[in-house]
């Protein structure tokens, strides 16, 4: 490929996936794209008329067990397998703060207090 078109086609492709390519960089992105669009080329030669399409990678079947209740599990042994607690509830990042930006999850985490 002309290292022109190349280049154009690194350009579009960068921006259109809103993406910042350095100038030091552009280089080795054409040479990669160069060989996916090889390789794509490489698949394109293939003879595939009498193979059926698919429609999932797993053909396999989703595995479907009764729905039957059975003991929940002891408050305790839910809370030692929380990452934070608090006093006997699961501490969870604030999703919707006051906007001050100054509220903490208990136990130390990131995010906002629950």
Not at 89 to 100: L, M, N, T
Request: hydrophobic residues 35%; without cysteine.
């Amino acid at each position: 490929m002309n290292d022109s078109i190349a280049d154009n086609m690194l350009t579009r492709l960068a921006r259109l996936a809103r993406l910042r390519i350095d100038p030091d960089e552009a280089a080795g992105f054409s040479e990669k794209l160069e060989l996916v669009i090889e390789s794509l080329r490489r698949l394109n030669e293939l003879e595939l008329d009498d193979v059926e399409p698919m429609t999932h990678a797993d053909a396999g079947r989703n595995r479907l067990d009764e729905d039957e209740p059975g003991p929940a599990m002891s408050l305790d042994a839910l809370l030692r397998n929380a990452p934070v607690t608090e006093g006997r509830h699961i501490a969870v990042p604030r999703i919707i703060d006051s906007g001050s930006g100054d509220e903490q999850v208990p136990g130390g985490g990131d995010g906002g207090g629950a």
